[in-house]
């Protein structure tokens, strides 16, 4: 069965650092999204993708996130100056429809800790 | 605003007992609402998923999930755990293409 796969698993860098969280989604997918769960918290919305454009984002979502599908299979998620309060697991997910309807498959993640 | 309410966060029982995990959700819009599983060190798996029809659905590994709209609530149930059931458990809506996760209930089944 086709499966959602995160790189790393877990990556450790340093405040201030930039980081790249990479994603492959399910091969006939056409919609991405990113969300994170920080320790002890609920998992929450980053933002969606589709057609190489943001189609919405939350106000987690700031100037120093940005996501990029690099190539035909590969969808990143990118933090560009690392702040402590960004650790947490980030998933990665795909769906073939948009919508209400649609049903998000999910990646195992990546952890991200920040020092 | 969009929420989902998950009421218990740590559950604990004992293996053949019942399980009922409550959820609420706030959403003005036509739900869709699922129950994920996480098993220790695993990624996300969807359990069950109501879209319409019979509000009664039934899910993987003996799972079942009623939609009552009135209200509100998508209560996830299994009638005998396995101590193969430990795991986190979240309810979520569909909301617009994003999904609004609960915080998750911590279930620990004792052997």
């Known amino acids: 069965e086709p499966e959602v796969t995160q790189t790393p698993s877990h990556q450790v860098t340093q405040m201030g650092q930039e980081v790249i969280l990479r994603c492959v989604p399910i091969?006939?997918?056409?919609?991405f999204y990113w969300y994170r769960q920080i320790l002890g918290q609920k998992v929450e919305f980053l933002v969606s993708?589709?057609?190489?454009?943001?189609?919405?984002k939350s106000e987690i979502f700031d100037d120093q996130f940005s996501v990029e599908r690099p190539d035909g299979s590969n969808f990143t998620l990118k933090i560009r100056s690392t702040k402590l309060e960004d650790s947490a697991m980030y998933f990665c997910?795909?769906?073939?429809?948009?919508?209400?309807?649609?049903?998000?498959?999910f990646g195992p993640g990546t952890r991200l800790t920040v020092l | 605003a969009q929420s989902v309410s998950q009421h218990n966060h740590h559950v604990i029982l004992s293996e053949a007992a019942s399980l009922e995990l409550g959820c609420n959700y706030s959403?003005?819009?036509?739900?869709?609402l699922f129950w994920y599983v996480q098993y220790p060190g695993q990624h996300l798996q969807l359990l069950l998923k109501?879209?319409?029809?019979?509000?009664l659905v039934k899910g993987i590994k003996g799972f079942e999930a009623e939609f009552i709209k009135s209200k509100f609530s998508f209560n996830l149930r299994k009638p005998s755990v396995q101590w193969s059931d430990t795991a986190e458990y979240f309810c979520?809506?569909?909301?617009?293409?994003?999904?609004?996760f609960g915080k998750g209930t911590r279930l620990h089944i004792l052997p």
């Open positions: 993708f589709y057609n190489n454009e943001i189609s919405e």
């Open positions: 959403y003005g819009g036509t739900v869709n």
């Open positions: 091969s006939n997918h056409l919609y």
């Open positions: 997910a795909s769906s073939a429809s948009s919508g209400s309807y649609n049903e998000q498959f």
């Open positions: 109501y879209f319409s029809g019979d509000p």
């Open positions: 979520a809506v569909n909301a617009d293409d994003k999904i609004i």
